[in-house]
């Protein structure tokens, strides 16, 4: 079984100039995270999604960042304009809903350089 | 004050050494709690979970103590592929999962 798949995995930008990512979750999982790991740190959620429904974007940037789960499959991760300090790796993962094992299941990430 | 907090290390040990880490969490209504290893340059992965009456899992012994609100990992026997970075994570509710910074451990020969 496929895991989930995000692409790019590396992306080397100017600042001010924008970005996507994508991410393609575990078939059959209805809930979708973006995370932001900075070097030295651990995950910092985003957003979550159940579904298509954004449930928890309360981290999430929204002057510069926005996020889309228009299916409920597939999301995108869209930064406009970068700055320096966006520079990190940007996972994503899935679970099942309603799952209370904690077990996320994380691409293998999406490490952006903004210089 | 952070909502998880870990010692970043790292923790150099030799092999066949005992390391134990622990982590705390602030807010007391957390339900759940698990351990997560990540190596370098690699995605996080679920090691174990943590179970109020502590449970363990061959060499991997987590434990959990809600009235001072922290959890451990203990490792006996290191061995050199125990080398990693530890993840303390905290379910705050409503399936919002909190990552903490991470302990790193090197094991040696």
């Known amino acids: 079984e496929a895991g989930v798949v995000q692409s790019p995995r590396y992306k080397i930008i100017e600042k001010k100039q924008p970005v996507a990512f994508w991410c393609n979750p575990i078939?059959?999982?209805?809930?979708l995270y973006w995370y932001r790991q900075n070097l030295g740190q651990g995950p910092e959620l985003l957003i979550r999604?159940?579904?298509?429904?954004?449930?928890?974007d309360s981290q999430l940037p929204k002057d510069r960042f926005s996020a889309e789960r228009l299916k409920g499959v597939d999301s995108t991760l869209k930064i406009q304009p970068a700055e320096l300090g966006d520079s990190a790796v940007y996972l994503c993962?899935?679970?099942?809903?309603?799952?209370?094992?904690?077990?996320?299941?994380f691409g293998e990430g999406s490490r952006l350089t903004v210089l | 004050r952070k909502e998880v907090e870990q010692d970043p290390g790292p923790f150099n040990v030799p092999e066949g050494a005992t390391v134990a880490f622990n982590c705390t969490y602030s807010n007391s209504a957390s339900q759940s709690f698990f351990w997560y290893r990540q190596d370098c340059r690699k995605e996080p992965k679920l090691l174990m979970s943590?179970?109020?009456s502590g449970n363990e899992d061959g060499r991997f012994t987590a434990q959990l103590n809600r009235a001072s609100q922290y959890i451990s990992l203990l490792i006996r026997d290191s061995k050199l592929s125990d080398s990693a970075t530890y993840l303390c994570v905290v379910n705050t509710g409503f399936q919002k999962l909190v990552f903490g910074t991470g302990t790193r451990l090197l094991v040696s020969p």
């Open positions: 999604y159940e579904n298509e429904e954004a449930v928890d």
């Open positions: 993962a899935s679970s099942l809903s309603g799952s209370n094992t904690g077990e996320l299941f």
């Open positions: 078939s059959g999982h209805n809930t």
């Open positions: 943590v179970y109020s």
